[in-house]
């Protein structure tokens, strides 16, 4: 008996080492959703977290979904901005940007991202949040054209579609299996959940990845998913990934600042 358990545990697979590159760490936060306190208070952790490790090159990834649903949009990004220029901070264009993005360009695609969060976003940027029920939907994409900072469009016009860093791959919402990064399409690294979520992983990278909620972060092997709901839960997740360690950091709503 214990010479098959031998043989048995001999051929099971080991289990996948990612690494992140010597001397760099990376900190990937998940879909924020205009909680800007949530927001504040998990990069706080962040700073206490990366100042009590050894020095290293460190890399803040945000992965999307940074508007809509919660009550600060405007002040989210905003405090993104802010944060870019004092740290190496890279942005992933999730879902939620990109229906941003098309009702800045075309009235056609206002009332799709309004019933998918967007209201909350545009009232976060109106100095009268009370006009808006009085507005059709062509006013409300001129209320916000006038409104949104110019620094605030080009932040949102220059995220990035994917971020490889070491073994690492982070993309906002997944990626369509069996197709090489070099293939996969913005729909999918954007919206995809199915087959991406119950595939086994088809490629040497570890995806990290936000869009899909769940209650603690979804550790698979091959991807892990941090969005923890933040518009709802008021959790907040942050994965901290240095060498072939990795550790989250969690800001709540019931925490005091």
């Not at 009268?128 to 054209?145: A, I």
């Not at 990845?209 to 979804?218: F, L, N």
Request: hydrophobic share 40%; with cysteine; charged share 30%.
């Amino acid at each position: 008996m214990a010479s098959i358990l031998k043989k048995w545990f001999a051929r099971a697979p080991a289990k996948p080492v990612y690494r992140i590159p010597a001397g760099e760490r990376v900190y990937a936060v998940g879909d924020i959703h205009g909680r800007l306190d949530l927001f504040e208070r998990l990069i706080e952790q962040v700073e206490a977290d990366d100042k009590a490790r050894p020095s290293a090159n460190t890399t803040i990834i945000l992965l999307g979904d940074l508007v809509d649903r919660g009550p600060d949009s405007a002040g989210v990004i905003d405090a993104a901005i802010k944060l870019g220029a004092r740290r190496h901070l890279r942005t992933l264009c999730g879902n939620h940007e990109e229906m941003f993005l098309k009702c800045l360009e075309d009235d056609r695609y206002v009332r799709p991202f309004l019933s998918h969060g967007g209201r909350e976003t545009v009232l976060s940027y109106l100095e009268d949040p009370s006009e808006y029920n009085r507005l059709t939907f062509e006013e409300v994409r001129q209320r916000l054209l006038a409104a949104l900072p110019a620094e605030h469009r080009r932040f949102l016009e220059n995220l990035e579609d994917k971020i490889t860093v070491g073994d690492y791959l982070f993309v906002h919402a997944g990626v369509r299996p069996g197709v090489d990064l070099q293939d996969q399409t913005l729909a999918d690294l954007r919206w995809i959940r199915e087959p991406f979520l119950s595939s086994r992983p088809t490629s040497a990278s570890c995806v990290i990845h936000g869009h899909t909620v769940t209650a603690q972060p979804d550790v698979q092997v091959g991807r892990i998913g941090i969005d923890t709901g933040a518009y709802q839960s008021g959790r907040l997740t942050a994965l901290g990934l240095e060498g072939d360690a990795r550790w989250f950091l969690s800001a709540e709503a019931d925490q005091k600042a």
